[in-house]
Structure formats: C-alpha cells, structure tokens
C-alpha cells in the first residue's frame, strides 16, 4: 500500500543514522514496530496484580521425575 507522509527530513535522517537504515521505508519500518510492541507490552502490565494464584502451588511436584 503506497502511502505519502510528510516526515520531518532531519527526523529520519537522525533515526536512519541511530538505527542503521538505509532507507527511510526501513526507518520508519523500524519505528513503527518498536511502537507497537512497546503499546503491547503496556497491556500486558495493565494486568499486572489482576491474575488469582494459590500461594500454596508447589510448581516442582508437577515436574516429572526422569
């Protein structure tokens, strides 16, 4: 999907020499995935203290004896 946007030039120069892009499409490529992935592991910490566990779970007796 061709897209136009109109960037700030001194913007992608500065995150094509930070990031090691040869093209802006590779930077701004780059810099859309660190955005999602940062907007996902943010929801994962909205469920932090949400989650119900027994104390008394003893993991290591699940374990199979080899």
């Given amino acids: 999907m061709a897209t136009n ?19 802006k499409k590779d930077a701004v490529t780059a810099a859309l995935n660190e955005y999602l992935q940062r907007r996902k592991k943010l929801e994962i910490l909205d469920l932090f203290g949400t989650i119900e566990y027994t104390t008394g779970y003893n993991y290591k007796k699940q374990r199979r004896v080899a």
């Fill in 5 to 23: 946007l109109d960037i700030d030039d001194r913007l992608i120069d500065a995150v094509k020499k930070v990031g090691g892009h040869k093209s």
